[in-house]
């Protein structure tokens, strides 16, 4: 089978939200492949008329790498499909099996056109802000290879973001909680995220430029989430709370 139908494959699965088998346990094929697969699979959600909003980094944390297994860190698409509101509701409907995991998002000031550093990483950053992340594995069981979460867009599916404060906010070390109807359900620090969230930014601008993906001013990168994530129901009000960046919350409608 080729890069293109199994591209179909996982784009079918995200659409009817219904899960599919490891496409990995029929086929063999490396992880240069799935990102081919993963490209292959957005351009699918671009011809329906979807646009590229960002990056997000995956299992930038061990919390998220011994939560599924994966010790690699992982990169995938953002589109404006998956964007929900503020405080506004997701529509359960459109999901498999959906998670929520606390995460910090910065929004990009200037088209980066290098691998950046920790020395000019702040200068192309207009904002960082709390953000909860929802997860969605196309596989069922929410189980997966390496190979199998990038070929799926690293279980993209949709993310919420809080309001943006200046990038010279210090957010290497702060509390990050997840809270289900107002009662927390993972507590951690941003610490977690490769010792400081800055770092997934520079990985991101790192992979963007091996893989060929512009990142452009007005782009969103997800750091990755500092806890395990978290399943999520119907009828539940979802927040994450970070210190000094504020909440941001959303309902499982
Ligand atoms: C893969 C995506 C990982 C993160 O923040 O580490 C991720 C998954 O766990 O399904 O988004
Ligand atoms: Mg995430």
């Known amino acids: 089978m080729n890069i293109n139908e ?3 494959i996982l784009d079918q699965a995200a659409l009817n939200a219904s899960s599919i088998a490891q496409i990995s346990k029929m086929h063999t094929f490396s992880e240069k492949e799935a990102y081919a697969i993963q490209t292959a699979s957005l351009e699918k959600r671009y011809t329906r008329g979807e646009k590229f909003i960002g990056l997000k980094m995956g299992f ?3 919390a998220k790498m ?3 297994g994966v010790h690699d860190m992982i990169w995938g698409r953002l589109t404006d499909a998956m964007l929900i509101e503020k405080e506004g509701t997701m529509d ?3 999901f498999i099996h959906p998670r929520a995991e606390p995460e910090i998002c910065f929004l990009i000031k200037k088209d980066i056109d290098q691998v950046l550093t920790l020395e000019n990483v702040k200068d192309y ?3 960082v802000a709390a953000a909860i992340e929802i997860i969605d594995s196309r596989y069922q069981n929410f189980k997966f290879s390496l190979e199998d979460v990038i070929a799926d867009n690293c279980s993209s599916s949709g993310l919420v973001l809080g309001d943006w404060l200046s990038p010279k906010t210090d957010i290497s070390n ?3 909680v997840l809270e289900v109807n107002h009662r927390p359900v993972q507590v951690g620090t941003s610490a977690a995220i490769l010792d400081n969230p800055w770092e ?3 990985a991101a601008t790192r992979l963007a430029h091996q893989y060929g993906q512009k990142i452009s001013a007005g782009n969103y990168i997800m750091a990755g989430a500092a806890t395990p994530a978290v399943y999520v129901e119907s009828g539940q009000y979802v927040q994450v709370k970070v210190e000094t960046l504020g909440n941001v919350g959303f309902n499982v409608g």
């Open 60 to 62: 930038t944390s061990r």
């Open 125 to 127: 950053v207009e904002g």
């Open 174 to 176: 702060l509390k990050m």
């Open 66 to 68: 011994e939560q599924m």
């Open 6 to 8: 199994l591209a179909n």
């Open 92 to 94: 359960f409907s459109r």
């Open 200 to 202: 997934s930014l520079i």
